[in-house]
């Protein structure tokens, strides 16, 4: 017990927490300003922006996440030479985010989508009836049902998108939970299972208040018909 | 609601005219964001010939491309029918009319499917290797399946649990009527029943399968990704080989997705009257990695 | 490869059954050590399987120094290179092979270090390592000094990447999974200098896809002296030993690390090199 508490003191836990939150966070805000995007192109009358968001969510749901944060270090920094910062630290960082970010964009995309089935269609009528057009319409009248319907499908994108933010330190982000917890079993294999169980109910923390709040919040907005 | 035909009026003359320059509009926005994307990486050597040469010779794909995806497919292949497996026990536990069973069940799913399976990869890699419970070189393969069947068996027990709550009454009832148990009854008129619903969401979840099996790479597993990044780094043609890599899962996830899909058609015939929003919730899981 | 790695080992383990049934009274131990050292017609080799010029998997062949002296040494005891099974031994697993007794020897860039001798043999060293720096050919960092406010890029969790983060804080240290990544993110310009062992950086430059790029600074910081590994209590570390001399004497020693870093900017530190192989414990 001793020597399991004074892990703890060698390695600084919370902090590799932090690094995983920070970049759900900036991920998942960056995700759900693409993915309401790409909604609206697959549900616009515009044939190329439908094919573009019916294009981009096929690419990248069905590209595993190493393959695109890989591709962020080796391709976007190493490669092409994209600095996101002056920093090299924040720079790798703020490269994760786009990687975890692009990927969760097309799930967000598709939670919308499935939110958008949740609208009747009288509502889509009736706003042409007093006169909308697509935008106006979109942006008054379906979207915010749409996003009400959303949100459990969203939550599911959003416990994803902090789980799999542990796979950033395949893309150079060292310090974040799923590394730091290698380095420590490695230096304390005796301790293997107290470490892993951390972590694990770290996660258990993190994302459970998570999916009974959506799964609340859901009931509590959803729209009554 | 179908939005695509009610969002916007059957087009007129003045409306057709609008939506063929925004296709225009759109269509060079698309076309520039290509051109943005080809120029940067020719600017960069990426698109020389000799990045992609290596590509049409046999040393490539006998050594690289095809162990590395045979590996993929292994580890997916076994992780596949383990999380069946894995997913029918626990959620007919579930279901089960034993207090205890259903709360241990309920549990263990639930711990599962909030631990990230990298997490779950890198305990077992670590923790197997050291026991000497296996032999060394087996522990990655084992650590990549034992942590995609923890985890996706876990959500396919969900999707069992949920199948089996959108069927109608009258099937156990009915079950019941000819004098089988319950416990009959849901494993022999209940589950098969739940699990033809949910085929489209299960295959959704290979999906998933497929995809996190790249995780292998970070403990070695010498899965198609590790073999790509080591061509890639020999050759020198590091973005190409990624390029061919994320194909190939394309490839063979846009198959198994548009069979989900087309199933799910299909299948929406044979199961009217369920609930279809549990499949939609469900289904969305499939985000993780 | 699987498959035929699979039959290797069970024509490897046949022959073990064979020969301890013609020694009669020897004990039915399975696999390596002592069994197979009478005859000893095949060995299974620890490598790693990724790290060019010194253990790199071609596809289907094996390149580098550390293959090269492992020839040299397994021909010595009588093995002749079609019966050598190449197993990878990535760091992290070196110790499990051995003490498992999967691998009969590995040479995989391994230190001898009192910590590993408390699980495993070691013979050699045959060749003594430092920690150097891997920079473009036309940079002006000349030593760990200079990296005060510069890029650079190790392997994660690496006892290199620790040194520098103890040591030198006003370094900018990325970690990546393989020296590779670091050596394309420099050749893109994004970092300045890679650090490891010097041999790993002179077979890193080495790739033909490197060649004239980059140059290994020369100004090492450490000692690390690449022992092969052996399973506690193996008898072989004396004939292994006489090997590596004879390696060392006849010239092919120096003519696999030559041959192993054509290209690179690279003299292996003379002053420690080659080594006098440690008398086995």
New interface residues.
């Given amino acids: 017990m001793e020597n399991y508490l004074s892990l703890f003191e060698t390695y600084d836990v919370p902090a590799a927490f932090w690094i995983n939150i920070q970049l759900s966070f900036w991920a998942a805000l960056w995700a759900l300003a693409i993915g309401t995007v790409l909604a609206l192109f697959r549900i616009s009358p515009i044939p190329s922006l439908q094919w573009f968001g019916a294009a981009y969510v096929n690419i990248f749901r069905n590209t595993p996440l190493t393959i695109i944060l890989a591709f962020g270090f080796l391709g976007l920094f190493s490669v092409m030479q994209i600095n996101l910062a002056g920093e090299l630290d924040v720079s790798l960082f703020r490269i994760a985010i786009v990687g975890l970010a692009v990927y969760h964009a097309a799930f967000v995309c598709e939670a919308i989508r499935s939110g958008v089935n949740t609208v009747p269609l009288g509502q889509a009528e009736a706003a042409r009836a007093i006169g909308l057009s697509f935008l106006p319409a979109a942006r008054l009248i379906i979207l915010p049902q749409a996003f009400r319907g959303a949100i459990a499908p969203l939550g599911n994108v959003l416990i994803a998108l902090i789980k799999n933010s542990t796979v950033a330190a395949a893309g150079s982000v060292a310090a974040e939970a799923s590394g730091l917890m290698k380095t420590m079993i490695e230096f304390r294999s005796d301790l293997v299972i107290p470490i892993f169980l951390t972590f694990a109910l770290g996660f258990v923390i993190l994302v459970i208040p998570i999916g009974l709040l959506t799964t609340w919040a859901s009931r509590k907005l959803a729209v009554a018909r | 609601m179908s939005a695509q035909q009610v969002l916007f009026d059957a087009p007129g003359p003045r409306a057709r005219r609008n939506i063929m320059i925004g296709n225009i509009i759109g269509g060079l926005i698309v076309l520039g964001i290509l051109a943005w994307v080809v120029s940067a990486l020719a600017g960069k050597g990426q698109l020389a010939a000799s990045m992609w040469t290596p590509f049409l010779e046999s040393r490539t794909w006998e050594f690289f491309i095809l162990p590395g995806l045979v590996n993929t497919l292994k580890a997916a292949g076994i992780a596949i029918v383990t999380s069946v497996v894995f997913g029918l026990v626990f959620g007919v536990g579930r279901l089960s009319h034993v207090a205890p069973i259903r709360w241990v069940a309920g549990v263990v799913v639930e711990f599962l499917r909030a631990v990230p399976v990298l997490l779950m990869m890198i305990f077992f890699w670590l923790a197997l290797g050291s026991s000497g419970a296996v032999k060394p070189q087996d522990a990655p393969l084992i650590a990549v399946v034992v942590a995609l069947t923890l985890y996706n068996g876990s959500v396919i027990a969900e999707l069992v649990r949920s199948g089996v709550y959108g069927l109608p009454k009258g099937q156990r009832e009915a079950g019941m009527a000819i004098g089988l148990t319950r416990n009959q009854s849901l494993r022999n008129i209940e589950v098969p029943q739940a699990l033809i619903a949910m085929l489209p969401a299960l295959i959704s979840q290979f999906v998933v399968i497929l995809k996190d099996s790249a995780l292998g790479f970070i403990i070695t597993y010498p899965e198609l990704l590790q073999y790509t990044r080591r061509l890639g780094v020999g050759e020198g043609n590091v973005i190409p080989s990624l390029f061919v890599a994320a194909a190939i899962f394309i490839v063979i996830n846009f198959a198994l997705s548009t069979l989900a899909t087309r199933l799910s058609v299909l299948l929406s015939f044979r199961t009217k009257g369920r609930r279809p929003a549990a499949k939609e919730a469900i289904a969305m899981d499939a985000a993780s990695t | 490869?699987q498959k035929t790695r699979y039959a290797a080992a069970a024509v490897a383990a046949v022959a073990a059954l064979t020969l301890s049934a013609c020694g009669g009274g020897d004990s039915a131990e399975s696999g390596s050590g002592s069994s197979a050292e009478g005859g000893g017609e095949s060995l299974r080799i620890g490598i790693k399987?990724?790290q060019?010029g010194l253990g790199?998997?071609?596809?289907?062949s094996y390149s580098g120094f550390d293959v090269d002296v492992a020839k040299y040494v397994a021909g010595e005891l009588g093995v002749s290179e079609e019966n050598i099974e190449w197993?990878?031994a990535?760091s992290?697993?070196r110790e499990?092979?051995l003490?498992?007794e999967?691998v009969d020897m590995i040479f995989a860039t391994y230190s001898i270090t009192d910590t590993r001798k408390e699980t495993v043999d070691f013979a050699g060293p045959y060749f003594v390592a430092g920690q150097d720096l891997l920079v473009p050919t036309d940079s002006d960092i000349a030593g760990p000094e200079d990296l005060e406010g510069k890029?650079l890029c190790s392997v994660?969790?690496s006892t290199s990447a620790q040194k520098i983060k103890d040591q030198y804080p006003g370094v900018?240290l990325?970690?990546?999974?393989?020296y590779?990544?670091c050596?394309?993110?420099m050749?893109?310009?994004?970092i300045d200098a890679v650090t490891t062992d010097d041999i790993i950086l002179a077979g890193l430059a080495a790739?033909?896809?490197?060649a004239g790029k980059f140059k290994v600074v020369g100004n090492t910081f450490s000692e690390e002296n690449y022992g092969v590994g052996l399973p506690k209590g193996s008898e072989r570390c004396e004939d292994i030993n006489a090997a590596i001399t004879k390696m060392i004497d006849d010239g092919d020693w120096e003519e696999a690390i030559t041959r192993n870093t054509e290209g690179a900017d690279y003299t292996f530190n003379a002053e420690l090199n080659p080594p006098t192989p440690a008398p086995c414990a």
Avoid: I
Wanted: aromatic share 4%.
């Fill in positions: 490869m399987f990724d060019p790199y998997d071609e596809g289907g197993v990878e990535p992290a697993n499990n092979l003490s498992n999967q890029n994660t969790g900018q990325v970690e990546q999974p393989g590779a990544e050596v394309t993110a050749g893109g310009g994004q790739q033909e896809a490197n």
